[in-house]
């Protein structure tokens, strides 16, 4: 992974990880993710996440990347969620794979 990457991996980070309202100066960051913890793991609920993930990426980091697609699958006591997305800097392709354990 190359510093770019690594870079934009982390930005991605943030955001998932991120509250709305967390942060002071942007209360938009972030995403209600941890509103998934106790649900029951459905097909509906995989596509809601997926959708959140990649709503709460294209209002918050739209102006570093584009993103393509968003896969979530379930993993222990949460999801592991791929995304993958187009840098615009460089209109290169790229994906970054996180877990959300709750």
């Known amino acids: 992974m190359n510093d770019d990457d690594a870079y934009i991996h982390g930005l991605i980070q943030k955001v998932l ?3 709305p309202r967390e942060r002071p100066n942007q209360p938009d960051f ?3 993710f941890n509103e998934f913890a106790f649900m029951p793991n459905t097909p509906e609920l995989r596509a809601a996440l997926e959708s959140l ?3 709460t990426l294209n209002r918050s980091l739209s102006k570093v990347i ?3 697609d968003v ?3 379930a993993k222990d006591s949460g999801f592991r969620v791929t995304i993958k997305y187009a840098v615009r ?3 290169q392709y790229r994906g970054s794979v996180f877990d959300l354990n709750f």
């Open 17 to 19: 990880f991120s509250a």
């Open 30 to 32: 972030g995403g209600k």
């Open 53 to 55: 993930v990649q709503e």
């Open 66 to 68: 584009e993103v393509e």
């Open 71 to 73: 896969q979530a699958i």
């Open 89 to 91: 800097s460089s209109n």
